[in-house]
């Protein structure tokens, strides 16, 4: 080494740490990478992410590749810097231990610390170019790859650990989906990260939740006088109406009113059971079943209108394809005249909110962003009778997770008005 001038081994130094630092950073970058965004890349017919895709779906020759030369690399920066301080200061032992100190000192902050840095900053800017060079590299080296690997295997089997499960090409939990969109940041639209997160929650939501209560209901009576009914199908708000007969629970059908009203043009005395021959087949929901197996059960059974029924078979409610997916991309423009909705349904200058005891708590604390407990009764009434164990008189109020709710009106076993104050 002494007829080797020191420029050149000064040059030759700083050549194998960068050489070093590339495999570190690349490394870094490579594991680093959002895989779902790669792929796409590739779909769209990018030869670097292509290029990418076939390093990270062959890992291990990867590693092998990069801790082989970085291994070789540091053990000849460590001869190399031994060598200059032989020269320069003789063969001294204080020299050569602060020589390899340093040489340390230099390996690691040059040639692993900061360019793992920069590479976990930058995956995508660094791997996909760096993939262009260390292909063609593990497939020069592909020999010397595969006596390496060959002791690896065997000692990994002499362990007892299975390494061909890829942990990767595991599926992602909607937990962990749900994460991704929230850090989704400015590439993912509000609205359609809002549509996102609804549908991930769809499953923790059960059909309870957004059906029209059981008192809301507009049905049809054919116990009632033709004349009654006729009167009620000009003056209704829905295309279908929920049929009973005598009582809500005695449910006979659905029935389409668009229909019903080609009756009221004929001639012919109508009696109940011409209504009675347009009705369709109820559909009947248990009210534990969440939204997500609902829309499904609704595209398989080709239906839009389902009845709620509990344990015992009683009318709960009834929910609609529409609910489903209001509770998806939000309310629609048009609304049922007559319910708590849109612009009625918030605090006013001094802080109020006067409410239907049949709202749903879900909607409560949406709308008026609040806490109120969920996981019991539904709706404001039956929040409030589990906690007062007791049907209430009119100007009782209590506070409720920081919220005073003052009960306004009650009729008929039932509180019918509330008034929220904002905390």
Not at 271 to 290: D, G, K
């Amino acid at each position: 080494m002494d007829s080797v001038p020191f420029w050149v081994q000064l040059s030759a130094l700083l050549a194998l740490t960068f050489i070093s630092a590339f495999f570190a950073i690349s490394e870094t970058a490579l594991l680093s990478l959002n895989r779902h965004r790669i792929k796409h890349l590739a779909r769209r017919g990018s030869r670097l992410a292509i290029t990418t895709l076939w390093l990270l779906d062959h890992t291990d020759r990867m590693l092998s590749l990069i801790l082989i030369a970085n291994t070789l690399l540091n053990a000849l920066i460590t001869a190399l810097v031994t060598s200059i301080a032989i020269s320069a200061f003789g063969n001294n032992q204080e020299v050569l231990t602060v020589a390899t100190a340093v040489v340390a000192f230099f390996l690691i902050v040059f040639a692993e610390i900061t360019p793992k840095v920069i590479g976990a900053t930058y995956p995508e800017r660094i791997a996909l170019p760096a993939s262009l060079i260390i292909k063609p590299l593990i497939l020069l080296a592909r020999p010397v790859i595969w006596f390496v690997n060959l002791f690896v295997r065997g000692l990994l089997y002499l362990m007892r650990l299975r390494t061909g499960v890829d942990v990767r090409d595991q599926r992602l939990s909607p937990e962990e989906l749900r994460s991704m969109v929230l850090e989704g940041g400015n590439f993912i639209p509000v609205k359609h990260k809002s549509i996102l997160l609804n549908l991930f929650g769809l499953e923790s939501v059960t059909v309870e939740d957004v059906m029209t209560p059981r008192a809301q209901i507009e049905a049809l009576n054919l116990a009632v006088p033709v004349a009654e009914i006729k009167h009620q199908l000009t003056t209704c708000y829905h295309n279908k109406l929920l049929v009973f007969e005598g009582e809500i629970n005695h449910v006979v059908g659905i029935l389409h009113v668009r229909k019903a009203m080609a009756l009221l043009n004929q001639e012919d005395e109508l009696t109940v059971e011409h209504f009675r021959e347009l009705l369709t087949p109820p559909y009947f929901i248990p009210a534990e079943t969440n939204l997500f197996t609902q829309l499904q059960y609704f595209q398989e059974n080709y239906e839009r209108l389902g009845i709620i029924v509990d344990e015992y078979g009683e009318v709960q409610g009834l929910v609609t394809l529409d609910d489903i997916i209001e509770e998806m991309v939000g309310e629609f423009t048009t609304s049922t005249p007559g319910a708590t909705r849109g612009d009625q349904f918030g605090w006013d200058k001094q802080g109020e909110c006067l409410l239907e005891g049949s709202t749903s708590l879900r909607e409560v604390n949406k709308r008026l962003h609040l806490d109120l407990p969920i996981d019991g009764p539904k709706t404001l009434n039956g929040l409030l009778l589990e906690i007062l164990q007791d049907i209430p008189e009119a100007s009782v109020s209590l506070k409720i997770t920081g919220i005073v709710i003052e009960i306004v009106q009650v009729q008929e076993h039932t509180i019918r008005m509330v008034k929220l104050y904002r905390p």
